[in-house]
């Protein structure tokens, strides 16, 4: 049928192009149940309330707009073409929903209070005495032949509903063109989160596309007056542009929500996937795997790792060297690495060197007086005597008393930066190379190297 048209002309390609009232209806339905629970939540919020009323009112353009539910209407109430001045108020109160968005969304919800409060009065005052105006001029009119389709065209130089037609379109396009014009102007605003700058550009380009819908019926109108015949821009293009504008701004309300629920997700799974080589580490110091639960939430999961590092970070405190941190860190720094990362690596090198004597207490290399035997490198360098100093080159002692008393000693090494930092020292762990430079830099003692080097 498509290509067919195509080989007829352009004309009437156009002509036959339609798009469905109940795709738009459904995204717009998908986007009022993303946003329902916030609003139920904030009903107080003005703000919310208007974005509701836009959802709730386009929701019911679309449904009562539908050439069928045209039909069952006029049936029903036994009126013809009474569906034209109700579709006629949905359409005025969704484009004085547009104004009230605007309205609030740029004077915010403490700023300009008053300016608001007299905007909101106006904007709901004059569109409801459009709506008035709307039922009393097809009261007036001699409308008696149904038209489903192009009801618009057909009486577009009958008395009084001429008016009413005007009156609709103008009040549409008057709000659209506002709503157009500010929603632009809020895109180039500087800091906004990036999903929230796509629904807007969203918003942007449905409303921008609304104007086309208002200048097809009016072009469609004034050339019936003109007496003209392009009755297919009301009957064709109006609906197909309305069914595409609507459809963007559903997207652009759903894009924000979707977006940023999706972006905390991933962040949640990436943290938790960044906390893992601390957590394997952490393995020999709890002496057991972290809590796992199939069924958990994301959430709950990262919570339990997060309390799993922690708790074993403040069991492995008392063997922890702030020397040697500090020692570290002065390496990391002379290495050209920034204070943030050296700081990281100075904790990963201290987390590693505590883990390391750690091992050796509890297996057994330190006799019962706290002095490690059958160590020659560590002696040599320096012992971890019972009363927690150790003797560095036979003159200088550690600022930070380490006592290793049958694997029980007391320390008073600052935690804080270790226990807040965790997932920067999980993700220095996963450069080895670095953390090897680290212990190696003649500012660490020899000490401080791991066995395994």
């Not at 993303?34 to 974005?51: F, H, M, N």
């Not at 949905?90 to 004077?107: K, P, Q």
């Not at 008395?159 to 014009?181: D, G, H, K, N």
């Amino acid at each position: 049928m498509t290509s067919l048209r195509l080989a007829e002309g352009p004309t009437a390609f156009v002509t036959g192009l339609y798009v469905t009232f109940w795709l738009p209806g459904l995204v717009l339905t998908a986007a009022l149940v993303v946003k329902l629970p916030s609003i139920l939540k904030l009903w107080r919020d003005p703000l919310l309330r208007a974005v509701g009323g836009l959802l709730l009112f386009a929701c019911a353009v679309f449904a009562f707009a539908a050439p069928g539910t045209i039909a069952w209407t006029n049936r029903v109430t036994g009126v013809p073409n009474i569906a034209a001045p109700w579709v006629y108020t949905l359409i005025t109160a969704l484009s004085a929903c547009w104004l009230l968005l605007v309205v609030h969304w740029r004077n915010g919800p403490t700023d300009h209070r008053e300016e608001t409060r007299r905007a909101t009065r106006w904007v709901v005052g004059l569109y409801a005495a459009v709506v008035v105006a709307l039922w009393v001029l097809f009261a007036l009119a001699d409308v008696p032949v149904e038209r489903v389709r192009d009801l618009d065209t057909y009486y577009a130089g009958t008395p009084f509903m001429r008016e009413e037609i005007v009156l609709y379109l103008l009040a549409q396009a008057v709000a659209c063109s506002i709503t157009t014009w500010l929603v632009w102007n809020w895109i180039r605003t500087d800091g906004l989160d990036a999903w929230l700058r796509w629904g807007l550009r969203f918003l942007g380009v449905g409303f921008a596309t609304n104007l086309l819908f208002s200048a097809a019926k009016f072009t469609a109108v004034v050339a019936r007056w003109t007496g003209h015949d392009l009755d297919w821009l009301n009957t064709n293009i109006a609906p197909s542009a309305a069914c595409v504008a609507a459809t963007l701004v559903a997207i652009g309300f759903i894009v924000p929500h979707v977006g940023q629920y999706l972006r905390e997700r991933w962040l949640v799974r990436r943290r938790y996937r960044d906390l893992k080589p601390l957590a394997r580490l952490m393995r020999t110091v709890a002496g057991r795997r972290e809590p796992l639960a199939l069924r958990a939430t994301a959430e709950m999961r990262l919570i339990r790792r997060e309390t799993y590092i922690r708790d074993a970070l403040l069991q492995l405190s008392r063997f922890l060297d702030e020397d040697l941190r500090g020692r570290a860190h002065e390496a990391a720094l002379a290495l050209g690495h920034e204070r943030a990362r050296a700081q990281a690596l100075a904790a990963a090198v201290t987390i590693l060197d505590a883990v390391e004597v750690m091992d050796a207490v509890e297996k057994g290399r330190c006799a019962g007086d706290g002095q490690c035997a059958g160590d020659g490198e560590r002696a040599a360098n320096g012992q971890r005597a019972g009363d927690g100093r150790r003797a560095v080159d036979g003159h200088r002692a550690r600022d930070r008393q380490r006592a290793v008393d049958g694997g029980g000693g007391t320390g008073e090494a600052d935690t804080s930066y270790l226990l807040q930092e965790i997932r920067a020292v999980s993700a220095a762990l996963r450069h080895t190379e670095e953390i090897t430079a680290v212990r190696t830099h003649p500012a660490v003692p020899a000490e401080s190297m791991s066995a395994h080097e």
